[in-house]
């Protein structure tokens, strides 16, 4: 969570910073600030809400050495003083993580904080460590700490360079012609530079620009530490590595900002995400039949993990699986890394991730590969660590998601689930070519009634079975997480063991119905939440369903294997319009930020 973005070079940079904010605020958006420093000092500002509210302080500024930063808070509310950059004496540090010790730490300061915040806690510590040299100080505060961290760190002593260091958060480098930047995502640096350099785990860089008396170019050094080692004790043993550059990866057509929502002929980010769901599938369709992928029937026992929306279309992989026969675990990654599982022989994870770096999935990873056990990535983003650290990759090709509810990297999702679940059990893949335009159908589904009948109701239920359970799941958490109402998405035959006592007159109970041989168990349910008094809207292409429902919306017709694709996106519909609605923000909602990175 969180972007940082930094640059030290010959231009003045507020410009170059207050633009890479703006492409990262979809990492977090409680606060935003900027620092720059000269011999003179350092000139900070930071404040909460949206990276808007420092723009003007950001291009009045003239310095070339500066950090800036958007948060998604951790410790400490979102608000002016826990904002980042932190300022210290003649330091400033920007910082995405957590400093697990940091209360321990904070015992020993001298001086203390002025903030609740742990990234406060190391700035100090590093002003303690600091002798004269700046990446000494950054390194031996971190041998202090542990926890996770990807920061970016400058003094007035030293304005000519930055020093960063990244343990299990992201960070990459970036050379351009006048100066050297670093960022917490390669979004933010597009159009900036050309090449980058993505240090490695547990490394410090120090970032300087020529001081013209003494060189002629920018210097990037580095160091590394003992790879994955927890605490402390990683940065202790340095070594020099090797500062390959590479060229900055070409990204999909609409990178974060995107346009302006007037430009795009749409009222918000999400909506327009969800009328890109043809093309999202076609194009998906066309990198599935280019995939490489080891002898998957020889696999014995299949884990499917991911977060969220991630772990939604896990859950219908796995009945997928079921049906084929073949033996599955599906579990959100936050539980599987701390459930100490042990992989039996010949497994494999699959990890869904749109984003390639939510830290829990990350996690996953990590610990099937310290059991040597295959992983397989599915995700929407190519240079991301998850595509970096799995053995194997299926990629999504649903283009640059903004908006903080996932929509179409979902139906990307399922699609390549569907495609990896044949390929694992030996089966022709599904056929996808009719998927486009079934989908501008199931866009075009008329959701006026429902959201009408959602608007001020306090609770609802959304209901499937099997599948359709997993679709439902995936509706409940876009209404959850944009309309602020509280959702749940349950198996249907669940109900009448303990949540029916919930429903009273009026109470909305929505029911997805894609597959035949769930036709009637659904129709019992629906008649039971009724007689209770329920409101009921069903989702389905079968008549007989529809004729139970209070507000029928119609989907698309479509062969059954490829409903659960479909039927999600007028829930996605539902949700926006009801949001909407209510006058909220469906790109920017509450609490909540596009990319988890941290644990
Ligand atoms: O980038 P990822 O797919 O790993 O993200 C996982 C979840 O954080 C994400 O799907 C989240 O649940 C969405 N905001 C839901 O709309």
Request: charged share 20%; hydrophobic share 40%.
């Given at each position: 969570?969180c972007?940082?973005?930094?640059?030290?070079?010959?231009?003045?940079?507020?410009?170059f910073?207050y633009?890479?904010?703006?492409?990262l605020?979809?990492r977090?958006?409680?606060?935003?600030?900027?620092?720059?420093?000269?011999?003179?000092?350092i000139?900070?500002?930071?404040?909460?809400?949206?990276?808007?509210?420092v723009r003007?302080?950001?291009?009045r500024?003239?310095?070339?050495?500066?950090?800036?930063?958007?948060?998604?808070?951790?410790?400490?509310?979102?608000?002016?003083?826990n904002?980042?950059?932190?300022?210290?004496?003649?330091f400033?540090?920007?910082?995405?993580?957590i400093?697990?010790?940091?209360e321990?730490l904070?015992s020993?300061?001298?001086?203390?904080?002025?903030?609740?915040?742990?990234?406060?806690?190391?700035?100090?510590?590093i002003?303690?460590?600091?002798?004269?040299?700046?990446?000494?100080?950054?390194?031996?505060a971190l041998?202090q700490c542990?926890?996770?961290?990807?920061?970016?760190?400058i003094?007035d002593?030293h304005?000519?360079?930055?020093?960063?260091?990244?343990?299990?958060?992201?960070?990459?480098?970036?050379k351009?012609?006048?100066?050297i930047?670093?960022?917490s995502?390669?979004?933010?640096?597009?159009?900036?530079?050309?090449?980058?350099?993505l240090?490695p785990?547990?490394?410090l860089?120090?970032?300087?620009?020529?001081?013209?008396?003494?060189e002629?170019?920018?210097?990037?050094?580095?160091i590394?530490g003992?790879?994955?080692?927890?605490?402390?004790?990683?940065?202790?043993?340095?070594?020099?590595?090797?500062?390959?550059?590479?060229p900055?990866?070409?990204l999909p057509q609409?990178?974060?900002?995107?346009?302006?929502?007037?430009?795009i002929?749409?009222?918000?980010?999400m909506?327009?995400?969800?009328?890109?769901?043809p093309?999202?599938?076609?194009?998906?369709a066309?990198?599935?039949?280019?995939?490489?992928?080891p002898d998957?029937?020889k696999?014995?026992?299949?884990?499917?993990?991911?977060?969220?929306?991630?772990?939604h279309?896990?859950?219908?992989?796995r009945y997928?699986?079921?049906?084929?026969?073949k033996?599955?675990?599906?579990e959100?990654?936050?539980e599987?890394?701390?459930g100490?599982?042990?992989?039996?022989?010949?497994?494999?994870?699959?990890?869904?991730?749109?984003?390639?770096?939510?830290a829990?999935?990350?996690?996953?990873?990590?610990?099937?590969?310290?059991?040597n056990?295959?992983?397989?990535?599915?995700?929407?983003?190519?240079?991301?660590?998850?595509?970096?650290?799995a053995?194997?990759?299926?990629?999504?090709?649903?283009?640059?998601?903004?908006a903080v509810?996932?929509?179409?990297?979902?139906n990307?999702?399922?699609?390549?689930?569907y495609?990896?679940?044949?390929?694992?059990?030996?089966?022709?893949?599904?056929?996808?070519t009719?998927l486009?335009?079934?989908?501008e159908?199931a866009?075009?589904?008329?959701?006026?009634?429902?959201?009408?009948?959602?608007?001020?109701?306090?609770?609802?239920f959304?209901?499937?079975?099997?599948a359709?359970?997993?679709?439902?799941r995936?509706?409940?958490l876009?209404?959850?997480?944009?309309?602020?109402?509280f959702?749940?998405?349950?198996?249907a035959?669940e109900?009448k063991?303990?949540?029916?006592?919930?429903?009273?007159?009026?109470f909305?109970?929505l029911a997805?119905?894609t597959q035949?041989s769930?036709?009637?168990?659904?129709k019992n349910t629906?008649?039971?939440?009724?007689?209770r008094?329920?409101?009921?809207?069903?989702?389905?292409q079968?008549?007989?369903?529809l004729?139970?429902?209070?507000?029928?919306?119609?989907?698309?017709?479509?062969?059954?294997?490829?409903?659960?694709?479909?039927?999600?996106i007028?829930?996605?519909?539902?949700?926006?319009?009801l949001?909407?609605?209510?006058k909220?923000?469906?790109?920017y909602p509450r609490?909540?930020?596009?990319?988890v990175?941290?644990?």
């Amino acid at each position: 969570m969180c972007g940082i973005v930094g640059y030290t070079g010959k231009s003045p940079c507020g410009g170059f910073l207050y633009e890479g904010l703006k492409r990262l605020e979809y990492r977090g958006y409680d606060s935003a600030g900027a620092a720059f420093c000269t011999t003179e000092g350092i000139f900070c500002q930071k404040k909460r809400g949206k990276v808007q509210n420092v723009r003007s302080f950001c291009l009045r500024r003239r310095e070339t050495t500066g950090i800036a930063h958007t948060r998604w808070a951790t410790h400490g509310k979102p608000n002016d003083l826990n904002a980042h950059p932190h300022v210290f004496g003649h330091f400033a540090l920007v910082h995405n993580g957590i400093v697990e010790n940091a209360e321990a730490l904070r015992s020993q300061l001298l001086t203390p904080c002025r903030s609740e915040t742990d990234s406060e806690v190391l700035l100090h510590t590093i002003a303690a460590c600091y002798e004269g040299d700046l990446l000494q100080a950054v390194r031996n505060a971190l041998t202090q700490c542990s926890g996770s961290w990807a920061i970016a760190v400058i003094s007035d002593y030293h304005p000519e360079e930055i020093v960063c260091a990244r343990r299990q958060s992201p960070l990459v480098v970036g050379k351009g012609k006048n100066g050297i930047f670093v960022a917490s995502d390669v979004y933010a640096l597009h159009g900036l530079c050309e090449q980058i350099f993505l240090p490695p785990e547990d490394s410090l860089v120090r970032l300087r620009r020529p001081a013209a008396e003494r060189e002629e170019a920018e210097r990037i050094e580095g160091i590394a530490g003992d790879t994955g080692v927890t605490g402390g004790a990683g940065i202790a043993g340095v070594e020099a590595f090797d500062m390959q550059l590479s060229p900055l990866p070409v990204l999909p057509q609409a990178m974060p900002p995107m346009p302006p929502i007037q430009s795009i002929g749409h009222r918000t980010h999400m909506e327009a995400e969800i009328e890109e769901i043809p093309r999202a599938v076609s194009d998906t369709a066309r990198s599935l039949a280019q995939a490489n992928l080891p002898d998957l029937p020889k696999v014995q026992a299949v884990f499917a993990t991911g977060c969220g929306t991630a772990f939604h279309a896990c859950v219908a992989f796995r009945y997928r699986m079921q049906r084929y026969g073949k033996p599955i675990i599906a579990e959100q990654a936050g539980e599987l890394r701390s459930g100490c599982v042990r992989f039996p022989k010949n497994s494999l994870l699959v990890a869904v991730t749109q984003s390639g770096e939510t830290a829990d999935t990350l996690a996953a990873i990590r610990l099937a590969k310290s059991q040597n056990v295959q992983t397989l990535v599915i995700t929407n983003v190519r240079h991301s660590s998850a595509a970096r650290e799995a053995d194997f990759a299926l990629f999504t090709e649903a283009g640059t998601e903004t908006a903080v509810a996932a929509t179409k990297s979902f139906n990307c999702q399922l699609m390549a689930l569907y495609f990896l679940a044949a390929k694992c059990v030996g089966r022709p893949v599904p056929d996808f070519t009719d998927l486009p335009s079934l989908c501008e159908a199931a866009v075009e589904a008329d959701v006026t009634q429902a959201v009408k009948k959602l608007y001020k109701k306090r609770g609802m239920f959304c209901l499937g079975q099997n599948a359709d359970y997993a679709i439902a799941r995936e509706g409940a958490l876009k209404i959850k997480e944009i309309c602020y109402l509280f959702s749940e998405g349950y198996p249907a035959a669940e109900l009448k063991h303990g949540s029916l006592s919930l429903i009273e007159s009026g109470f909305p109970v929505l029911a997805i119905v894609t597959q035949k041989s769930a036709l009637k168990k659904m129709k019992n349910t629906l008649r039971e939440a009724k007689s209770r008094g329920a409101t009921t809207l069903v989702l389905s292409q079968y008549r007989e369903a529809l004729a139970e429902a209070d507000v029928p919306v119609l989907l698309p017709m479509a062969e059954e294997d490829l409903m659960p694709i479909l039927a999600v996106i007028p829930l996605q519909k539902i949700a926006v319009e009801l949001c909407l609605k209510k006058k909220l923000s469906p790109d920017y909602p509450r609490n909540l930020a596009k990319s988890v990175t941290v644990e």
